[in-house]
């Protein structure tokens, strides 16, 4: 079973669309429930309407893969599994099977995309160099959302 630890959206890009300057100051948001909606995103995103059949309508982060990081890594005080910027950060589950497969969690299905591929900009939120390295292949997850509902941390 997919158990969900956190849910993040943010009202601004820091890193997305940042090439070759600063980053954005956009705060991001821990919320205890989010509306997922079908083909534009979660309400209140950054991505929400980005695109039409944008890929990261949702993205998905193993709370198991930030505490090997964390294990491994020092990193900076408040860095948390949010750090990454995805949207949910889910435990019991190999995000990386889920690519090219529909999933269901709490009654809302998705579609698993592609892999996050983590970015130089990985280093900079966690402050440490060796961060995008470390998650190659573990970045998270994109999605599409499939079914109108809400998700609520578990």
């Known amino acids: ?42 309400r209140g995103d950054r991505f929400f309407d980005h695109k039409e059949n944008y890929k990261g309508q949702i993205t998905f982060f193993a709370a198991e893969v930030f505490e090997r990081l964390a294990g491994e890594l020092p990193l900076p005080e408040g860095g948390s599994p ?33 892999e996050c591929r983590p970015c130089h900009w990985m280093n900079h939120a966690y402050a440490d160099g060796r961060v995008e390295n470390f998650l190659k292949g573990n970045g998270g997850l994109r999605g599409r959302i499939l079914s109108p509902g809400i998700l609520r941390k578990s």
Request: glycine share 14%; hydrophobic share 35%.
């Open 1 to 42: 079973m997919i158990r969900i630890e956190h849910i993040f959206v943010s009202p601004g890009h820091n890193y997305f669309g940042h090439h070759g300057q600063a980053p954005g100051e956009n705060a991001l948001l821990e919320v205890d429930e989010v509306e997922c909606v079908p083909g534009r995103g979660l």
């Open 82 to 114: 949010g750090s990454a910027r995805r949207n949910v950060i889910t435990r019991g589950v190999d995000l990386n099977t889920l690519v090219g497969r529909e999933f269901e969690i709490q009654g809302v299905r998705f579609e698993g995309v592609e």
